[in-house]
């Protein structure tokens, strides 16, 4: 069995229900005939413990078991907070 957890960073795009943040991972490509650089965005379910994330927040997120249909990552830290007002 691996003990590797994979990880993700992005921005908090909305805080969805009870415990749980919408995160918004973006990566870059190269373009397979073109050759230039494009932004490919996925958006992920996080658990959030505690409720301290706000839209705008830098997180990063550690997989972890199924905690619901669609929600596979927990939490590990806040990179920076948004300066949503």
Not at 47 to 54: A, G, P, T, Y
Not at 75 to 85: D, E, F, M, Y
């Amino acid at each position: 069995m691996s003990t590797h957890k994979r990880e993700i960073q992005g921005v908090v795009v909305k805080r969805s229900g009870d415990k749980t943040a919408s995160v918004l991972v973006t990566r870059s490509v190269l373009h397979p005939k073109y050759h230039k650089t494009v932004k490919r965005f996925k958006k992920y379910l996080v658990h959030d413990e505690r409720n301290e994330l706000n839209v705008g927040d830098t997180v990063i997120a550690i997989e972890c078991r199924p905690l619901s249909k669609t929600k596979s990552y927990r939490l590990k830290t806040i990179t920076s907070t948004g300066a949503n007002v």
